[in-house]
Structure formats: structure tokens, C-alpha cells
């Protein structure tokens, strides 16, 4: 499993270099189409959380090597800003002929949650142990915030859900005003799960600051 953590000092620097790419394949509604910074910024103002920026906002990105690959079909060389060409370097130069799962995050909490993500993605058995979790409780208050509050499209819901009840229990009770007590019990189970499967992470290449 070829994953690289990004690791940045604040969230301003990681969204500077990831945002584009992570809403490109992300965003129902701004995805696919060249967009600018400013663009993505004016969007998320639409949601109840847009009135905190951004770039100020996000705490981590998580995408897999396809969606960079769609971002530079839609982008091109020539539309691309200069942080991102440095980051793309630098993945081009580690797996230039592999793929690869990016995360990228600024605080440990953060690095849990996105290694759910990786996981997620790349271990079939994996996401469908969460799946076959995520499903036998009633989850749809913590879907409908996600979807509502922070612009998580439906198809990323299993995924997402497990990623806040396993690593960011802190942001359901801060950011969607959800009382996580009730959750104690899934969020038991998924992270004895994630537990038992994150040893097989254990190729992580670590990139500090860009």
C-alpha cells in the first residue's frame, strides 16, 4: 500500500496546495471544471460552516492517485499553481510508475481519521467490514450533517461517517452538534476494527511542510 502523509504546520498551508485536487473529484458541484482558489472559497460560503474560511477550516485532505491523475487531464500544466507543481514533483518522483493514496493534515487526530480513509480505499475487506458496521446502526443524524454542514456528497457517507466516529469524535460534537454518547457502541466497533487493520500500514512515507 503506497501511502504519503503530507504533514503541514497550519491548515492554511495544506489547503494553499491540496484544494483543488481534493475537490476536483470531491465536489458535486465544483468538481470536474478548472476552478480557481477563490472559486472554492466562494462555494463552501454556501454551507452554515462557510463563514469560517476555507483555508482556515479543513484540518486534512485524502485522495487516491486516479483523482490526481482527472485533476491534470482538467488542469493541464499550464493552469497549474506553483505549490501544486511542487507537490505533484514530488509524488511523480516516488511512485512514477505506481499508484499511490495521498493524505495530508496538520494535527494527530487528523492522521487517524485519514488513515481510515486509505484504508478504506485500498483494503477491499477492510471497507467491508466498516460497511457491514455502519449499516446495522442508525447513523442518517451524522450522514445529514456531514451532507448539510460540510458539503460531503452521499456516496462518500460510509466512508466519512467511520472516519468521524473512529478519529474526529471532537468535530461531530463541535462542528454538527451531534452527541456522540449515543455512537458509543459503533464507535467501539469501528475502532476495534480499524485497530486490528492499521498494522498493515505500515509503508508510510512521510513529507514535512512544502
Known amino acids: 500500500m503506497n501511502i504519503i502523509f503530507f504533514r503541514y504546520k497550519t491548515k492554511y498551508d495544506m489547503c494553499n496546495v491540496w484544494m483543488r485536487i481534493q475537490e476536483h473529484c470531491l465536489s458535486t458541484s ?19 460552516k462557510g463563514n469560517v474560511n476555507y483555508m482556515h477550516y479543513w484540518d486534512g485532505f485524502n485522495f487516491p492517485s486516479k ?12 493552469k497549474l499553481l506553483i505549490q501544486e507543481q511542487k507537490a505533484l514533483k514530488i509524488l511523480n518522483k ?3 510508475t505506481s499508484s499511490y493514496y495521498v493524505i495530508a ?8 481519521h485519514e488513515l481510515h ?9 477492510y471497507r467491508s467490514e466498516i460497511t457491514k458496521i455502519i449499516k446495522k446502526y442508525n ?3 451524522i450522514e445529514a450533517k456531514l451532507a448539510s454542514e460540510m458539503a460531503y456528497p452521499e456516496d462518500t457517507m460510509i466512508d466519512e461517517v467511520s472516519a468521524y466516529l473512529i478519529g474526529s469524535e471532537g468535530d461531530l460534537i463541535k462542528e454538527c452538534g451531534i452527541n456522540t454518547k449515543k455512537y458509543k457502541n459503533v464507535m ?4 476495534q476494527l480499524y485497530t486490528k487493520n492499521i ?3 505500515v509503508d508510510i512515507k512521510i513529507i514535512d511542510s512544502l
Open 30 to 48: 465544483i468538481g470536474h471544471k478548472v476552478v480557481s482558489q477563490k472559486d472554492i472559497i466562494n462555494w463552501w460560503k454556501t454551507f452554515p
Open 94 to 96: 516516488i511512485y512514477s
Open 117 to 125: 480513509h486509505a484504508l478504506f480505499y485500498l483494503d477491499k475487506k
Open 188 to 191: 467501539l466497533e469501528l475502532l
Open 139 to 141: 447513523v442518517k443524524e
Open 199 to 201: 498494522i498493515k500500514l
Open 105 to 112: 493534515g496538520v494535527n494527530n487526530e487528523t492522521f487517524i
Open 67 to 78: 483523482d490526481v491523475d482527472s485533476f491534470l487531464k482538467t488542469y493541464k500544466k499550464e
